[in-house]
């Protein structure tokens, strides 16, 4: 897991051959207006997910998981708690959907509060389970980009 200000993303990029694409996505993004709604976009051969949600209480929400891609999540507006856990030693509470690449965990006892404002990103490996859209002081209003990175592809 990373966590860190998006100016910064260049220190994080010879981690994996497509996180500065991932970033560069993310840029691209930022240069234009956003969509409204939530919805997904196609950037240089990425999924960029364009969220708007109000944040919950943190008992409302599930940890989740990936297994073939990394998530970078960027803040554009808003700020909330991400809960991060490493996978290991976690139970998973539903089956790993292969098409979403997406399962979700059981709470562990050990996980971290991230927490993400504007400006910031987030970037959640395999075998970081996370928490996303918990409130940080009270419910708000965000904006949130994801970019799914592939980690198979080059």
Request: hydrophobic share 30%.
């Amino acid at each position: 897991m990373i966590a860190d200000v998006l100016t910064n993303y260049r220190l994080y990029t010879g981690m994996h051959p497509n996180l500065e694409k991932g970033f560069k996505a993310i840029e691209h993004c930022l240069a234009q207006p956003l969509p409204e709604g939530n919805q997904t976009i196609e950037v240089d051969g990425l999924s960029v997910v364009v969220q708007h949600y109000r944040t919950v209480d943190r008992s409302e929400k599930k940890m989740e998981g990936h297994r073939r891609n990394l998530d970078i999540q960027y803040m554009v507006r808003g700020k909330e708690i991400i809960y991060w856990e490493n996978t290991r030693g976690l139970t998973p509470i539903t089956p790993y959907n292969e098409t979403r690449d997406h399962l979700n965990y059981g709470d562990g006892t050990g996980s971290s509060p991230i927490h993400l404002a504007d400006g910031f990103f987030a970037v959640f490996w395999p075998e970081d389970s996370h928490k996303t859209g918990c409130q940080w002081d009270e419910p708000e209003d965000i904006v949130k980009l994801i970019v799914k990175v592939r980690l198979d592809q080059e």
